[in-house]
């Protein structure tokens, strides 16, 4: 079973201790984030402009391969920019998971969305494009300040207090903005890569409740669908 976490957590921490030990068990599991999210990563190998969708994509395929996962079809877990990804791979390889499981991004229609959604949508997504470009442009102290002054919107994103799963404060950054600025460069160049809806079972869920939806995942992996 493959973990793809999104923004702004690193291998685990958007899993946590929700991930059943029985599914660990049964499964060979990996945990996986974007370049530059991870827990071990070090300002030292910060690269300039982040990375590309078409670069992602070709990490995470050679990734796949240097583990030997692409021998058997396998399972994939994904949240937010995560669960992007996992729909682009899937659209590449449609034959290479079993089974999909994405958390808060789905295949979305924008223009079935609720007209309100949409201002708050566009909204953040430029907001955090704009702090990333100032960052790369100007200072990436400017760029952190113009990034953390909308904290509070972060409580949406963040797990509350008395969850269990937790990411510091010191690994979230601008740096880890750059998938909102590839987006947006693509969408205005008209270079967007194209997305199918995924042959294989897929289940999505909105996480409101993470213990729920990863008890969800262990029965989803007991049944044959």
């Known amino acids: 079973m493959v973990f793809m976490?999104?923004?702004?957590?690193?291998?685990?921490?958007?899993?946590?201790?929700?991930?059943?030990?029985?599914?660990?068990?049964?499964?060979?599991?990996?945990?996986?984030?974007?370049?530059?999210?991870?827990?071990?990563?070090?300002?030292?190998?910060?690269?300039?402009?982040?990375?590309?969708?078409?670069?992602?994509?070709?990490?995470?395929?050679?990734?796949?391969?240097?583990?030997?996962?692409?021998?058997?079809?396998?399972?994939?877990?994904?949240?937010?920019w995560g669960a992007f990804y996992a729909l682009l791979y899937t659209t590449r390889h449609p034959t290479a998971v079993s089974r999909l499981i994405l958390c808060d991004v789905g295949m979305v229609d924008p223009f079935s969305l609720p007209i309100l959604t949409i201002?708050?949508?566009?909204?953040?997504?430029?907001?955090?494009?704009?702090?990333?470009?100032?960052s790369q442009v100007i200072s990436m102290s400017l760029g952190n300040m113009i990034f953390w002054w909308c904290k509070a919107y972060f409580q949406f994103m963040m797990p509350t207090p008395h969850d269990r799963f937790h990411i510091p404060e010191s690994e979230i950054s601008v740096r880890k903005c750059y998938p909102y600025y590839y987006l947006w460069r693509r969408l205005l160049t008209g270079s967007m890569l194209k997305v199918r809806f995924p042959t294989c079972p897929l289940l999505f869920m909105v996480r409101l409740c993470l213990s729920i939806a990863f008890y969800s995942i262990y029965l989803l992996s007991l049944i044959h669908i």
């Open 5 to 80: 976490a999104g923004f702004p957590d690193n291998e685990t921490s958007g899993w946590g201790s929700a991930l059943p030990e029985e599914l660990e068990k049964k499964y060979r599991c990996i945990f996986m984030c974007l370049p530059g999210y991870s827990q071990v990563y070090h300002i030292s190998q910060d690269r300039p402009w982040g990375y590309d969708q078409e670069e992602i994509l070709t990490m995470i395929d050679a990734t796949f391969n240097f583990l030997g996962l692409k021998e058997h079809p396998f399972h994939m877990i994904a949240h937010d």
């Open 119 to 134: 201002p708050y949508i566009i909204f953040y997504q430029l907001y955090f494009t704009m702090a990333y470009i100032i």
